[in-house]
């Protein structure tokens, strides 16, 4: 039960001119490096690990640089929906009831612990309450203390939807709240005038759905969910106090419990400084160790520039890190000379590209037609194709590696190179005649069209007789539209988690309970419907254990994959550089592979 979005990378601003200019910057540093340029895709190509080489540092001081090429969209906890934004702020100046503790081995980064909260809160018994109880000394940056009705009002703006957008609207969708006849919520918002009978009913039954006692904050919800308390560690579900919230204007504004908070109004496309909140005490804070004293955060600077500049490491740049992705072409210099990969980490963001078999297509209406894409598929010409192992890692599953229900099952056995002579006995078993005429949509960008092309050899030695379709303006609107279906057969497609577990992924991209519908498939720009899956769906949603859970989670999409729901493709990867006085670097792959802002720091 979620309401994720796609998240692809965020589009770079530059134009044909200062394309070709970056292009000739990065020949002449590959011809001056003696090194050959990323995108070979072996597999055996070296990459940094997720926590840089140089020596930690628990000694707090000094002025770190974030450089970016941004924009930030927004500062506001329940407008904020960019990953990389949520992580920073998360991390800095917005704490939520649970978060997910720090570490620099991935297999403890999807541990959750309370945060506000004083544990990871308390469920009834049949996942339909969920109780937290809230620290004592944390304090807003005014020294005023953050209260049960703090994280009440926050979460009370997301009902604001004529005033607030943007944001996660899981609240919405799970907190008992009454919906009116068109689906709507009975309540308006906390900026609502309440006149009208049916106003107040909808602030009462709010107030029955999110409920005070003390210190103590307890959630009804519409039916069970039982990874609730992953769920409030989204933005959206972070308090603002009352007499701060700026309303319709407060996009940038920022009033901190964390341990920065800004030092001046955020400049939009210049960026900002973070200081200490002096009101944060460490003691109360089991995730952030707020390091540096100060935090530059400069946006406006194309990624490559960015990337340069560290890798020169002049007095500028040692006390620096990219929160961009160093570009393709320059990252095998980063990881074959010492003294750059010390100071550099890469990370598995969440973010999985995948396809789509249309099963209304007369083509994929067959399981052993579905399995011969998969199988016919080639995920490492396609990582080769965008830049190499630095960029992506061939993924069979939409559950990202550092997720608890990931699992290393890949039931039709492909490999990630594809096998086109299986694929082709499948075609035989669905009663199809090669070749196979199949129309593909994707979204076009010149490395998607390389990505796609990429596709295409191990396609057509299966027996298919593809053809790319490119798409450019309005993608996903485009392909969830009706008329889609009969339009192509196969469809190119992005995910990520919310939080870390798969009840983000799989409910949202394959129930059909809940996206099927004569407007259209919703997010299952398959069609794919089978009442068995629905089922379990439903059924995993109530398991009260996590580990139980995301086990049962690992086994349903073992199943999708043997239908034939899906056919992943790549998990992308980010690559980030430090100068040489950051220390404690590392990148945290549960919070979208960014960065790790709560435990960095500067050698002073």
């Known amino acids: 039960m979620t309401t994720s979005s796609h998240q692809p990378p965020r589009p770079a601003r530059s134009g044909r ?31 940094p690990r997720v926590a840089a080489a140089d020596e930690r540092t628990d000694e707090p001081g000094g002025t770190l640089r974030a450089l970016s090429l941004g924009p930030v969209l927004t500062w506001d906890p329940q407008r904020i929906a960019a990953r990389d934004d949520a992580a920073f702020a998360g991390r800095t100046f917005l704490r939520t009831l649970t978060a997910y503790q720090p570490s620099t081995d991935t297999r403890n980064q999807s541990r959750l612990v309370g945060d506000l909260a004083t544990d990871t809160g308390t469920p009834n018994e049949d996942l339909t309450a969920w109780s937290f109880t809230l620290r004592e000394d944390i304090a807003w940056q005014d020294g005023s203390p953050v209260t049960c009705e703090d994280v009440k009002y926050g979460i009370s703006r997301t009902f604001a939807t004529d005033v607030i957008s943007g944001g996660s609207t899981d609240a919405l969708a799970v907190l008992a709240v009454e919906k009116l ?11 609502a005038a309440v006149t009208a009978a049916s106003a107040a009913a ?24 039982g990874d609730f308390n992953e769920m409030v560690t989204q933005p959206a579900f972070a308090p603002v106090k009352k007499s701060a919230d700026k309303r319709g204007d407060g996009t940038f504004a920022v009033f901190s419990n964390g341990p920065y908070q800004l030092s001046a ?15 944060w005490k460490s003691t109360s804070d089991e995730v952030r160790q707020g390091y540096p004293d100060r935090i530059e955060y400069v946006e406006g600077i194309e990624t490559q520039t960015v990337a340069q500049q560290i890798m020169a490491d002049g007095d500028n740049a040692r006390a620096a890190v990219s929160l961009g992705s160093a570009p393709p072409a320059i990252q095998q210099h980063i990881v074959t000379v010492d003294s750059l990969s010390d100071r550099a980490v890469t990370a598995g963001t969440g973010l999985v590209d995948y396809l789509v078999p249309n099963v209304r297509s007369a083509v994929f209406a067959s399981v052993e037609a579905r399995q011969a894409l998969a199988v016919a598929t080639n995920r490492a010409a396609y990582v080769t194709a965008l830049g190499g192992a630095g960029t992506g890692r061939p993924a069979p599953s939409l559950i990202p590696e550092v997720l608890p229900a990931h699992h290393d099952e890949n039931p039709l056995a492909s490999g990630d190179r594809g096998d086109p002579d299986a694929a082709k006995a ?3 078993k669905a009663g199809l005649t090669i070749p196979v005429p199949i129309r593909v949509a994707y979204r076009s960008s010149p490395v998607a069209d390389k990505a796609m092309a990429a596709l295409v050899a191990g396609w057509t030695d299966a027996g298919f007789a593809p053809t790319l379709s490119p798409l450019e303006d309005e993608y996903f609107s485009t392909i969830a539209q009706p008329a889609a279906a009969t339009a192509y057969d196969v469809f190119w497609s992005n995910w990520a988690p919310a939080w870390a577990s798969a009840s983000t992924i799989l409910p949202a991209l394959f129930d ?18 089978d009442p068995g899956v629905d089922t379990e769906i439903a059924r995993i949603g109530t398991i009260a254990d996590r580990g139980e859970r995301e086990k049962a989670w690992a086994a349903l999409d073992v199943r999708l994959q043997t239908l034939g729901a899906y056919v992943g ?36």
């Open 17 to 47: 001119v200062r394309a070709a200019a970056a292009a000739a910057t990065v020949a002449l540093l590959a011809a001056v490096a003696g090194c050959s340029l990323l995108g070979g895709g072996d597999d055996d190509v070296t990459t």
């Open 181 to 191: 006849p068109d689906g709507r919520s009975l309540y308006r918002g906390p900026y």
């Open 202 to 225: 909808g602030v009462d039954s709010f107030d029955r759905a999110v409920s005070c006692r003390g210190t103590t904050i307890t959630f009804t919800l519409a039916s069970p969910v």
């Open 265 to 279: 109004p955020w400049r939009p496309s210049t960026g900002g400084s973070w200081v200490r909140n002096p009101h």
């Open 426 to 428: 499948l075609l035989g």
């Open 512 to 529: 059909s309970t809940v996206n099927l519908s004569g407007g259209g498939p919703g997010r299952d720009y398959g069609y794919f419907a």
């Open 569 to 604: 493709l790549a998990e992308r990867r980010s690559l980030y550089i430090a100068g040489s006085d950051v220390r404690n670097l590392s990148a945290n792959e549960v919070i979208g592979g960014v960065v790790e802002f709560a435990d960095i720091a500067v050698r002073r």
